[in-house]
């Protein structure tokens, strides 16, 4: 494997990848459903809660971070257990015998799964904002880019973190071990401003932290701000940022 | 003619075990050359280096004129591992012409290395549904697929029914007339016989880089089993 991009060979790996989907109809299946489904349980989770005067709605709130949080989740679970089987399947050695650089082999998966998460983004937002009734004050297709930029960069660490497992065993845990730390920090269920200083500095570390913030951005302002395009630039640049750490730690050369 | 692949001294360590022993041996170019040897000798890890995966301790290999795993050697070198590393979740024909693809070939080159390998009745299903012998088969066709100088198969014939098997071996004798250098492992010394070339591997060390022909003489008999039992016992008689 050399290091120069192909746009050929990342296109002719991201509908690989899309195809090994394909197959796998269950797989497509929850992948456009499950985030509406667990979505509508929240609905109703809160739908005898009263609203204090003055708040916003807890089910928009909420609702709305979880159209960040889910889709992350999913994209990690599903890229990084993707990868391993690469691995131990003896396809990944066998590609890097072949033309195809490490960056174009991650760029493939990245799109594919990007786009696999574009049609679910699709799906959980009509869904959640025609069937649920959830609020927005922006537009909602900043909804949908917000949740697909969230996605790309659950994909870019669970490629990553697919370098770090040995086993299947290990990467499904390195999803609690991801995840959960950037969801008690990202200000929903504790204000950041309201936790211990050095959390919070933690929490300014973290990427799921700007895309909550751009999530609630869009929330509660009818324009686009200048804050939830830089929160977007920032997972973007995260996304980017764990690739090219995951094509680092991708070694040719194995014992 | 200038050898294909030229292997220098090479000592390759796993963990804290010597797999390979200052191996050195050439691989004369448009020929079958047999690397035979019990398993765990050392063939797959031989292979490996040749290909440029494999993380090696010193001594050299040089493929093609290049350092082995040049990345101008990867559009010239293909590479089948032992267990067929092809795509379960995928038709035959999507494997093939993914590979196709990154070898820069069309559909039609993907479907004449199917054809090849005697899949074209099965390039539709998923490898999942094959047996083993179909998907040693369509691991294969997706080397075959790139044309490559160089052709490094990992124990190909495992598994396969004798017909099947005399027919890749003349296959593989078709492509070496057309020019392409093999390096065919096995550990069935029957196969010995039908290779140009025969590097014998135990426990890490070359035995023996020589015709079928020149062995048999050597050795005095006939059997090439016998001849490497002949060869085990003589290095074991004289230590290094």
Request: hydrophobic share 50%.
């Amino acid at each position: 494997m050399t290091t120069a991009l192909s746009p050929r060979l990342t296109t002719a790996t991201a509908g690989r990848v899309l195809r090994q989907l394909g197959h796998d109809h269950r797989t497509v299946a929850m992948l456009l459903v499950l985030p509406s489904a667990l979505l509508g349980l929240l609905y109703l989770v809160y739908a005898d809660v009263p609203t204090p005067p003055g708040q916003a709605d807890a089910f928009d709130r909420i609702g709305l971070t979880m159209l960040g949080i889910l889709p992350f989740v999913v994209m990690f679970l599903v890229t990084s257990i993707a990868m391993l089987r690469e691995r131990t399947s003896g396809t990944l050695e066998r590609l890097l015998t072949t033309p195809l650089s490490r960056p174009d082999l991650l760029l493939g998966y990245g799109a594919a799964f990007g786009l696999a998460a574009t049609a679910q983004a699709l799906v959980t937002v009509a869904v959640a904002t025609t069937g649920y009734g959830l609020d927005v004050a922006g537009a909602v297709v900043l909804v949908v880019l917000i949740a697909v930029v969230t996605a790309v960069l659950g994909v870019a660490l669970g490629l990553l973190a697919s370098a770090f497992a040995r086993s299947e065993f290990q990467a499904v845990q390195f999803m609690p071990v991801i995840v959960l730390p950037q969801f008690f920090l990202c200000g929903l269920l504790v204000p950041r401003d309201q936790l211990p200083d050095w959390l919070q500095a933690v929490s300014d570390l973290l990427p799921m932290t700007y895309a909550v913030d751009a999530l609630q951005e869009v929330g509660s302002s009818t324009t686009a701000t200048g804050t939830m395009w830089i929160d977007i630039g920032v997972v973007a640049g995260a996304a980017l940022l764990a690739l090219g750490l995951a094509a680092a730690t991708l070694r040719r050369r194995t014992n | 003619m200038d050898a294909a692949v030229t292997v220098t001294d090479l000592v390759v360590h796993r963990g804290a075990r010597r797999v390979l022993h200052e191996v050195g041996c050439t691989v004369p170019p448009g020929r079958v050359t047999g690397l035979l040897g019990p398993s765990g000798s050392g063939k797959s890890t031989l292979m490996r280096a040749i290909v440029g995966v494999q993380q090696v301790r010193s001594g050299s290999v040089t493929v093609l004129g290049r350092p082995a795993g040049s990345a101008e050697l990867r559009s010239r070198v293909g590479y089948v591992t032992q267990a067929p590393s092809v795509y379960a979740d995928l038709t035959v024909r999507e494997n093939v012409r993914y590979f196709a693809a990154l070898y820069g070939r069309g559909a039609a080159a993907a479907d004449a290395a199917i054809a090849d390998v005697g899949l074209a009745d099965a390039a539709g299903q998923l490898v999942e549904d094959l047996s083993g012998g179909q998907r040693g088969r369509a691991s294969l066709a997706c080397a075959l697929v790139g044309e490559p100088e160089l052709l490094v198969l990992d124990e190909p014939t495992v598994g396969l029914d004798p017909v099947l098997r005399v027919e890749l071996w003349s296959r593989f004798h078709a492509l070496a007339d057309a020019g392409t250098t093999l390096v065919v492992s096995s550990h069935v010394m029957d196969e010995a016989g039908r290779c140009d070339r025969l590097l014998l591997l135990r426990e890490g060390r070359l035995l023996s880089d020589s015709t079928p022909a020149e062995l048999r003489s050597r050795t005095g008999t006939d059997d090439l089993e016998e001849a490497f039992l002949t060869l085990v016992r003589r290095t074991e008689e004289v230590p290094a």
